[in-house]
């Protein structure tokens, strides 16, 4: 069993991902975190909410609330093109029956690594504030986390936000770099890999013609907010009729690790300049600068992914 902590900006993607892991009978969430990102830092927690409870279960899962803004500078607001003005895609539903607990987001991760040492396996679906401000309090959780997966980044691909970098990096690059020097076992899902797995609107259709009946509602919501996000997608990506595969494919690795190809490389994030802050910088000379090895994606097994991300609903 996979003990799991997820740290999220619950957008639209991020969602899908949540709904993965809370259907695969291997993976016990012990906590969910949010951050400023896609939303602010308590709308990601009641969109997170509203998941765990459309999906009909997660009642003991905590939710804190964590940073609402990077470690540097003030967050730059709601990513309504893509995830919508809620961030869950502009899909109405119903308000949580319950709230997010008054633990705040650095000391849940702190409890729930001590509780589960050597087993916790962090996922990481937005900006890394929460985890750098954990590591900076907590500096034992280095040796606490088993593990950490985080969607970010990119090495050889374009980015989204600027030429070279990509949004969850780029939101808090001292955050990402503070996290890189860490000593955390870290593996990067990023544009490199999430780029080249598509989710199109036949696999939608599968989703929904396969689904198991206590699904149903996960599915049809699933069909709502894509349509919001392929939208968004087409006119800022020019994707027709589908997505590129983002926080799923960062959870789905964390849980079925062989779906894609890593490289190990020395990897720090530039926290300056005015058109590569937030780039990830890998240097592979015989002296490399200060920096720790962390592991990239590197490609994908695509087909391999999809049929992964729908089987857990059939």
């Not at 600068?289 to 994908?300: C, L, M, Q, T």
């Amino acid at each position: 069993m996979i003990k799991m902590l997820i740290d999220v900006d619950t957008g639209v993607d991020d969602s899908i991902a949540l709904l993965y892991a809370l259907n695969r009978p291997d993976v016990e969430i012990v906590g969910i975190t949010t951050g400023c990102g896609n939303v602010d830092a308590h709308q990601a927690a009641v969109n997170t909410l509203q998941i765990l409870e459309l999906n009909g279960g997660g009642a003991d899962i905590p939710v804190a609330i964590g940073a609402d803004k990077p470690l540097a500078g003030q967050w730059d607001g709601v990513v309504a093109l893509i995830h919508g003005d809620n961030g869950i895609g502009n899909v109405t539903l119903p308000l949580p029956q319950r709230q997010p607990v008054k633990e705040d987001a650095v000391e849940l991760i702190h409890r729930m690594a001590e509780k589960y040492a050597g087993e916790l396996v962090l996922v990481t679906l937005g900006r890394l504030t929460n985890i750098a401000i954990a590591l900076e309090k907590y500096p034992e959780l280095v040796h606490q986390v088993k593990s950490m997966v985080m969607m970010g980044g990119t090495l050889n691909m374009r980015g989204n936000v600027s030429p070279v970098a990509e949004a969850n990096v780029a939101g808090d690059p001292e955050a990402c770099d503070k996290v890189f020097m860490s000593g955390l076992d870290i593996t990067v899902v990023g544009l490199d890999v999430t780029m080249k797995a598509r989710l199109r609107r036949e696999h939608v259709d599968m989703l929904e013609r396969y689904c198991r009946e206590e699904c149903r509602p996960a599915a049809a919501y699933i069909r709502q907010a894509l349509e919001y996000y392929f939208k968004g997608n087409r006119i800022q990506n020019h994707c027709l009729e589908d997505s590129p595969l983002h926080d799923p494919l960062a959870m789905m690795t964390a849980v079925v690790p062989s779906l894609v190809t890593v490289q190990k490389r020395k990897a720090r994030v530039e926290c300056g300049g005015t058109y590569c802050r937030g780039m990830i910088v890998t240097d592979l000379r015989e002296y490399p600068v200060e920096a720790n090895y962390v592991s990239f994606a590197v490609d994908v097994d695509a087909d391999r992914a999809i049929g992964e991300l729908l089987s857990v609903f059939y």
